[in-house]
């Protein structure tokens, strides 16, 4: 999934000669701390709402402002990961987004990239999760999935975070419930589990405190 298939059609844009109160009114209207300034289609700056709120006063042009941060952009056909990685490092509310010839054509926003996570992290599907704590120069992706698939367990997704200690977390997305076979054969070579995380464990846990929250309020 590239940047151009996630851009908002709907987070407006400032002009050079927009006041400044024009600018917080449409972050306040869309709920952001951010919007791009643009010029004939030339994306020109990522005008701040703290850098507004320190003005003396709110009705000075935009194009009056100094802008020397960092200017934040992507290009179209970059993948999201590069626009998640941004975001990330740059602790951004919107991206803004430009065509091979470098003019702007829209932005991402935090939403626009959790729902594209959401489908390739398999968020939406039911099945079961298993974490393995993993270290890093045994870690075998092929290994992994083969022995899911001898358990007739099929990946939905893999993601791995590095600790500081060095050892891998590997999460995987199942399409399985019932991981007890799954986890066996995991500990038969010798890896180890973290936690596994299944919806039925999920909807004990609500019956448990539904339970208790009952029982509070008979006392």
């Known amino acids: 999934m590239l940047a151009r298939d996630l851009i908002s059609t ?5 002009h050079p000669l927009d006041p ?13 701390t951010q919007l791009p300034l643009v010029l004939e289609n030339k994306y020109l700056a990522l005008v701040e709402e703290d850098d507004i709120l320190d003005l003396e006063d709110p009705e000075i042009a935009l194009e009056n402002m ?8 992507v290009a179209e056909n970059a993948h999201f ?4 990685r941004l975001f990330h490092e740059m602790k951004l509310a919107v991206l803004p987004v430009i065509s091979h010839e470098k003019e702007y054509i829209g932005v991402l926003t935090k939403d626009s990239l959790l729902t ?10 039911h099945g079961g ?11 075998s992706l092929s290994e992994i999935a083969r022995i899911a698939e001898s358990n007739d367990v099929t990946l939905l997704s893999v993601n791995t975070i590095t600790f500081p200690s060095g050892r891998l977390e590997v999460l995987l997305k199942t399409n399985r419930q019932e991981l007890h076979g799954l986890v066996a054969t995991f500990e038969r070579f010798n890896y180890i589990i ?3 995380i299944t919806e039925e464990q999920e909807e004990d846990l609500l019956k448990k405190n539904y339970d208790l929250l ?6």
């Open 194 to 196: 973290k936690y596994t």
């Open 214 to 219: 009952m029982n509070y309020i008979s006392m």
């Open 20 to 32: 400044g109160s024009r600018a917080l009114r449409l972050m306040n209207e869309y709920h952001l």
């Open 66 to 73: 100094e802008y020397n941060g960092p200017k934040p952009v």
């Open 10 to 14: 709907v987070v407006p844009i400032l």
């Open 129 to 139: 999760i298993l974490a393995l704590d993993v270290d890093p120069r045994d870690y």
């Open 81 to 84: 990961f590069e626009a998640v």
């Open 116 to 125: 594209a996570l959401a489908q390739y992290n398999g968020v939406k599907e």
